[in-house]
C-alpha cells in the first residue's frame, strides 16, 4: 500500500491555543477517509496544513510534497472544496472553465462540460445568478474533471438541500471516485457518507481520539442495549459511554470481547454518528 | 508561467470590468463634448476654445495650426490620465481585497499558481492591462474627435484635410502619450505597491487604512522633525507632471509657450520628452525597489494569512 499523505506529530498552534495537537497518521491510497470532529475540533486547521493553506510543525507529507512549500506543485495533483460559497460570484460560468482550463495542467474542459450538460447550469450564466446547490454542482463538475490523485472535501454540502447532497455523493462517487483516487472528507452529516467512507477519523481539541478502517469498527467497538441488574453488572466492565434511550441504558464498549457483554443485552455495532458522541463525551468524562 | 500571468490578467478584465469601461465612458464623454462645442459654435457662432479657434483659423500659419492640433489633443488625453491615475489606486486597492471578502481566496488557491504570480499579475495589470486600454481608448477618442471638428469644418465650407488631417501631428502625440502612459505607473510604483499590499492586509476599510498613514506621517515627521520630505516624496508621486521624463520642458505642466517653441521648431512632441532622465533617475528606481518591497510583503500576507 502506498501512502499519500504521512503524517507525524503535526501540531499547529495559534498563541496559546493547539489547534492540531501532535497528530499523526497515514493515508492510503484508493481510500475514502472521513474526518470528524465538534466545531472547533481541529479538523479545518488540519486540512488547511494539508493543502498547504497554512505552516504546521512536525512531519507532513502530501503526495510525497511538503505542502507548505510546494504548493503549487501540490495542487496539480490534489483538488478541494473547502465550502460552497468560494467560488467567486462574478465570473460567468464559461470564464471560469476557460480559467482552469488555462492554469491546471490536468484538466479536462471536455469532462466539465460533459457533467454540466446534466445539470441545469448554463454557460453564460454568473455563479451569482446559480442557486447553492448548482454553484456545488458546478464546483463539483470541474474537480471532478482534473485527474487528481487526492480529493479534500471540506463541508462539501453545507446548506445544501437533500437533494442535492444526495446527488453530490452519488456523482463524486460514480463520476470521480475510481479506486485510483482517494478522498478526503470532512462533514457534521456523518450518516450521509457512513456507508461511502473506508476509514474514519475522529478529531477533538486538536488530538486524534480515533483512527481506524470501517472494517474493524465491528470488531473494535460494540453497543450494549440493557436495563436494570444488567445495567450494573455490565457497567463494572467499563463502557466508554452510557445514555440512556427510551428507558434503557445503552452502553459503548471499546476493545472488549463481544462473548463477555452479550450475556447482558442486546448487541449491536454503534454507526457512526452514536460512536463519534461517546468517543468525544466518553474522552470528555 | 506566461500562460499563468496572461490567464490571471485577463480575470482581472473579467472581474474589474472598470479597467476598460472607465476609459471607454471617458472617450464617450469627450466626443460627446466635442460634438456638444460644435453645436453651440454652429448655434451662436462663437468659439470658445481657443485651440479650436486656431485650428479654425485660415490665416494662420501651418506651424501654430500644428501647435493647437497638439494642444487640443492633448488636453483632451490629459482627462484620461487623471482617469487613469483613480483607476490604477483604485484597482489596486480592491485586487487582492476582492477575493478575501467574497471567501472566492479559498478557491484561487486551489488551482496550481503561486501567490507571487497571483500577486504579480494584478501589478502587471496596473502597469500594463490599464494604461494599453487607456492609450486604446485616447486613439478612438483623437480620432472621433478630429472627426467631429472636420465635419464642422466641412460644413463652414472648409477644407479639412488641409485644416486637419495634413497639419495634426497624431502620430508623433500618439507615441508620446504612449510613452507617458508608460511612464506613469512606473512613476507611481511605490504608490501602487503601497496600495496592493493593504489590499492584501486590511481586514475592513481598506481605502481608509491606505490613505491615513501617508497622509499622518508626513505631519508627524513635521511636528516632530520639521522637515516635508516624506510628505514631499507622496505629493511629487501622486502628481504626474513631476516625472523626471518632463524635466527638459518647466514644472508648470503643459504649457501653450512650451509646446509652440518645440512645435515651431518642427520638433516632435516625441523628443522633448527625457528619456535619459527618466531611466536614469534614482527617484524612478528607489520607486522601483520600494514597490518591490510592498509587493514582497503582499505576497508574504497573501501566503502566510490564515483567513479562516
Redesign the interface.
Known amino acids: 500500500m502506498t501512502s499519500l499523505v504521512t503524517a507525524r506529530n503535526v501540531s499547529k498552534s495559534?498563541g496559546p491555543v493547539r489547534a492540531v495537537d501532535n497528530v499523526s497518521f497515514e493515508i492510503e491510497k484508493g481510500k475514502i477517509t472521513g474526518l470528524f470532529g465538534p466545531n472547533g475540533a481541529g479538523k479545518?486547521?488540519l486540512l488547511?496544513a494539508l493543502?498547504g493553506?497554512?505552516?504546521c510543525d512536525g512531519d507532513l507529507s502530501v503526495l510525497g510534497l511538503d505542502p507548505f512549500r510546494q504548493?503549487?506543485?501540490?495542487?496539480?495533483n490534489i483538488?478541494?472544496?473547502?465550502?460552497v460559497?468560494?467560488?467567486?460570484?462574478?465570473?460567468?460560468v464559461e470564464?471560469l472553465l476557460?480559467?482552469?482550463e488555462?492554469?491546471?495542467?490536468n484538466y479536462s474542459r471536455k469532462r466539465s462540460e460533459e457533467l454540466l450538460a446534466r445539470t441545469k447550469v448554463r454557460k453564460d450564466a454568473k455563479v451569482r445568478e446559480l442557486s447553492k446547490g448548482m454553484v456545488t454542482q458546478l464546483?463539483l463538475s470541474i474537480i471532478t474533471a482534473v485527474d487528481a490523485r487526492l480529493l479534500v472535501l471540506d463541508e462539501p454540502t453545507l446548506g445544501l438541500d437533500i437533494i442535492f447532497r444526495k446527488e453530490f455523493y452519488s456523482n463524486l462517487l460514480n463520476d470521480y471516485f475510481d479506486g485510483e483516487r482517494t478522498i478526503f472528507i470532512t462533514t457534521h452529516q456523518v450518516e450521509e457518507i457512513e456507508n461511502l467512507m473506508t476509514d474514519i477519523m475522529f478529531i477533538n481539541d486538536g488530538r486524534l481520539l480515533l483512527n481506524t478502517s470501517m472494517e474493524s469498527l465491528a470488531g473494535k467497538f460494540v453497543e450494549l442495549v440493557t436495563s436494570g441488574e444488567n445495567a450494573d453488572k455490565a457497567r463494572q466492565l467499563g463502557p466508554i459511554y452510557e445514555r440512556d434511550v427510551f428507558g434503557k441504558k445503552v452502553m459503548t464498549f471499546e476493545g472488549i470481547d463481544r462473548d463477555k457483554v452479550a450475556a447482558f443485552g442486546e448487541l449491536h455495532t454503534p454507526s457512526v454518528a452514536d460512536l463519534f458522541v461517546a468517543k468525544v463525551k466518553g474522552a470528555a468524562a | 508561467m506566461i500562460?499563468?500571468q496572461?490567464?490571471?490578467v485577463?480575470?482581472e478584465l473579467?472581474?474589474h470590468r472598470s479597467i476598460w469601461i472607465t476609459p471607454a465612458a471617458v472617450a464617450t464623454i469627450t466626443t460627446l463634448l466635442a460634438v456638444a462645442m460644435v453645436i453651440a459654435v454652429a448655434a451662436f457662432g462663437e468659439i470658445l476654445n481657443p485651440d479650436i479657434e486656431k485650428i479654425a483659423d485660415a490665416t494662420v500659419p501651418e506651424s501654430v495650426r500644428r501647435v493647437a492640433l497638439a494642444g487640443f489633443l492633448l488636453g483632451n488625453t490629459s482627462v484620461f490620465l487623471i482617469a487613469m491615475w483613480f483607476l490604477a489606486i483604485f484597482y489596486c486597492l480592491d485586487a487582492l481585497y476582492a477575493?478575501r471578502k467574497?471567501?472566492?481566496?479559498?478557491?484561487?488557491?486551489?488551482?496550481?499558481?503561486?501567490d507571487a504570480e497571483t500577486v504579480v499579475s494584478k501589478l502587471l495589470t496596473a502597469a500594463i492591462a490599464i494604461p494599453l486600454a487607456t492609450m486604446v481608448a485616447v486613439i478612438i477618442s483623437h480620432l472621433l474627435n478630429l472627426i467631429i471638428i472636420s465635419i464642422w469644418l466641412a460644413a463652414e465650407g472648409a477644407n479639412p484635410m488641409r485644416f486637419i488631417w495634413g497639419a495634426v501631428p497624431l502620430f508623433d502625440t500618439w507615441i508620446a502619450v504612449t510613452t507617458i502612459l508608460i511612464a506613469v505607473p512606473i512613476w507611481m510604483a511605490p504608490l501602487l505597491g503601497w496600495f496592493l499590499f493593504i489590499s492584501a492586509w486590511a481586514k475592513r476599510g481598506p481605502l481608509l487604512r491606505a490613505v491615513l498613514p501617508i497622509a499622518i506621517l508626513p505631519i508627524l515627521e513635521y511636528i516632530v522633525f520639521r522637515s516635508w520630505a516624506l510628505g514631499e516624496a507622496i505629493l511629487t508621486r501622486l502628481s504626474i507632471v513631476t516625472m523626471p521624463i518632463f524635466d527638459s520642458i518647466s514644472h508648470s505642466g503643459f504649457d501653450e509657450d512650451d509646446l509652440e517653441s518645440i512645435l515651431s521648431e518642427n520638433l516632435s512632441l516625441v523628443s522633448w520628452l527625457d528619456y535619459g532622465k527618466f531611466l536614469t533617475s534614482i527617484e524612478v528606481w528607489t520607486g522601483l525597489i520600494v514597490c518591490g518591497l510592498f509587493i514582497t510583503a503582499a505576497i508574504y500576507v497573501r501566503r502566510?494569512r490564515?483567513e479562516?
Do not use: G
Open positions: 495559534f479545518t486547521t488547511k493543502l493553506l497554512t505552516d504548493r503549487k506543485e501540490l495542487m496539480k483538488c478541494f472544496i473547502a465550502d460559497a468560494v467560488l467567486p460570484r462574478w465570473i460567468k470564464q476557460d480559467f482552469v488555462a492554469t491546471h495542467p464546483h | 500562460t499563468n496572461l490567464a490571471l485577463r480575470r473579467w472581474e477575493e467574497d471567501k472566492s481566496i479559498l478557491f484561487w488557491r486551489s488551482l496550481p499558481i503561486t502566510y490564515d479562516s
